[in-house]
């Protein structure tokens, strides 16, 4: 019964070709995430959507496209993939309602361009 | 420019012991503070967090301190178990639910 869940989980794909991460929460949140983290371990936000809006953009090409079809999902489609996109990406989800809660992260999807 | 930073990249602790994890962040507008723990191939899953307004928060065998004035927070896990091992992740909340994390601290429990 997974709470945020991510797919693909592994993706190897070549230089320049379009590819999309799907996530999923089933725990009735109103904001989800994308995270990425780098080589050197960093886990860094990139984007933030709340009741399908976007509320966070943090300084990401635009070859990245965050899409939301609904609260439930968060789709991540990468154009004209890059050697330095190779990363592991994060879904999470939480209830922003107001206070300070925590985010549920999803297992990962490992992007490997070569 | 990094806000949080976890200085030690690995742990070693025996089994039994107190496991103690450090963060020091630079942004004194942070108000929220969080730990995460991760297993590998998994994502991170919320362990514990502190308001700025505390200065100690304890579930279990973990408990965080918050040193606002030297920007500092830490987790110890006493006692310390096997499962514990783990890569630890310092967070800290900057407005509309961002979250800014350290690099992690790889936490080994030797029996």
């Known amino acids: 019964d997974t709470a945020v869940s991510q797919t693909p989980k592994y993706l190897v794909t070549q230089m320049g070709n379009d590819k999309s991460i799907k996530c999923e929460q089933n725990l009735g949140h109103d904001t989800m995430y994308w995270y990425k983290q780098d080589s050197k371990k960093f886990l860094k936000i990139m984007f933030s959507?709340?009741?399908?809006?976007?509320?966070i953009n943090e300084t990401v090409p635009n070859r990245f496209s965050p899409k939301s079809p609904d609260k439930a999902h968060l789709n991540l489609h990468i154009n004209s993939l890059e050697l330095g996109d190779s990363a592991v990406y994060f879904c999470a989800s939480s209830q922003m309602a107001g206070g300070y809660n925590e985010q549920f992260f999803g297992p990962g999807t490992r992007l490997t361009v070569l | 420019d990094q806000q949080v930073k976890q200085n030690s990249p690995s742990l070693s602790v025996q089994e039994g012991r107190i496991s103690i994890l450090n963060c020091d962040y630079t942004?004194?507008?942070?108000?929220?503070f969080l730990w995460y723990k991760k297993y590998p191939a998994e994502g991170p899953t919320f362990l514990i967090s502190?308001?700025?307004?505390?200065d100690k928060n304890e579930d279990g065998r973990f408990t965080v301190f918050l040193n606002k004035s030297a920007k500092h927070l830490s987790l110890h896990i006493v006692p310390s178990q096997p499962g514990d091992s783990a890569v630890y992740f310092c967070a800290a909340n900057q407005g509309a639910q961002k979250l800014v994390f350290g690099q992690g601290t790889r936490l080994t429990i030797n029996p």
């Open positions: 502190i308001s700025s307004i505390k």
């Open positions: 942004n004194s507008m942070f108000d929220y």
């Open positions: 959507y709340n009741n399908k809006e976007l509320i």
